[in-house]
């Protein structure tokens, strides 16, 4: 995947991490965790409504994602409200998740916290939580 350059031919990190964050929803569209595994930190900070507590590090990340594998878990999807925060050489990601599946919407608050380390952007802390509401 290129980088995308910003007006003084950097990479613009911001839209790096969207570009990321995509790539990883597209794999769930399919039930690939590989494009979101392929962006997990070795030492991830994992919270999500869904498993009732915090993983810790890739492999428990990992034992997790492998239980959907091969499992679509949505037919499609939005990024509603997306922004971002970059300070060096971190990114925070906020944006609602709408996933779409049988006609019926659920909508998710995520927060990913991306790190540029020597292999590329990593995922090294992941929040979702259950919206109440659509973000307007």
Known sequence: MGAVLGAAGAADPAQEVLALERRAMDGWLK????PQLSVTDQDIVFIHDV???RLDGLAAVRTLFEQYRGTPLFESYEMLAPK????????????????????????????????????GWRV????????????P
Do not use: C, F, M
């Open 31 to 34: 039930g690939d965790p590989e």
């Open 124 to 135: 090294v802390h992941t929040h979702w939580s259950a919206a109440k509401e659509k973000q």
């Open 51 to 53: 498993v009732g507590r």
């Open 84 to 119: 971002t925060q970059v300070s060096g050489d971190v990114v925070v990601l906020i944006y609602q998740l709408a996933q779409i599946r049988g006609g019926t919407t659920a909508y998710w608050n995520g927060t990913q916290v991306y790190q540029r380390k020597p292999g």
